[in-house]
């Protein structure tokens, strides 16, 4: 994946590590869930973990929270996002979750959401799908953790 050199224009979204209590905590549990059912390469915006590249966009950077690759005979790369309701209802999640999109479709990776299962203000999944609906982004997994 190409990465940008981070200048302090570009830079929205590409610390190393997830500084979000609940965004990191989804983000735990999904970096232990996939390398424990054999997936490789992980990287996450954790402590311990390398951190996913910076991907190039047109009017913004941005570093995915998480990718690795399937443990399958293809070695399916997979870019993972944590949206938590803040995050959901954000306006600018929109370009962050195109470059997503567009990064997964360049590389052949699957695009996958994670949102927590319940939240007091309310459920998070169908807010994330009407959001991504309305972009034409279909992603191929949204897990409800």
Same mark, same amino acid.
């Given at each position: 994946m190409e990465t940008a050199p981070e200048t302090e224009s570009n830079t929205v979204g590409?610390?190393?590590?997830?500084?979000?209590?609940?965004?990191?905590?989804?983000?735990?549990?999904?970096?232990?869930?996939?390398?424990?059912?054999?997936?490789?390469? *992980?990287?996450?915006?954790?402590?311990?973990?390398?951190?996913?590249? $910076?991907?190039?966009?047109?009017?913004?950077d941005h570093r995915p929270d998480f990718t690795c690759r399937q443990a399958?005979?293809?070695?399916?790369? *997979? *870019?993972?996002? *944590?949206?938590?309701?803040?995050?959901?209802?954000?306006?600018?999640s929109i370009k962050r979750w195109t470059l997503l999109a567009s990064a997964a479709r360049l590389y052949g990776a699957e695009l996958?959401?994670? $949102?927590?299962?319940?939240?007091?203000?309310g459920e998070v999944a169908p807010l994330l799908r009407r959001r991504l609906a309305s972009l034409d982004l279909l992603p191929n997994r949204i897990w409800n953790v």
């Open positions: 590409c610390e190393p590590e997830v500084q979000d209590n609940e965004r990191r905590r989804l983000l735990w549990l999904m970096a232990e869930y996939f390398r424990t059912v054999g997936c490789t390469d *992980i990287r996450a915006r954790l402590p311990g973990y390398p951190p996913p590249p $910076v991907l190039s966009g047109t009017l913004e399958d005979a293809g070695k399916t790369p *997979i *870019i993972l996002d *944590i949206v938590t309701p803040t995050v959901a209802g954000d306006a600018a996958h959401f994670v $949102v927590p299962r319940w939240h007091t203000s």
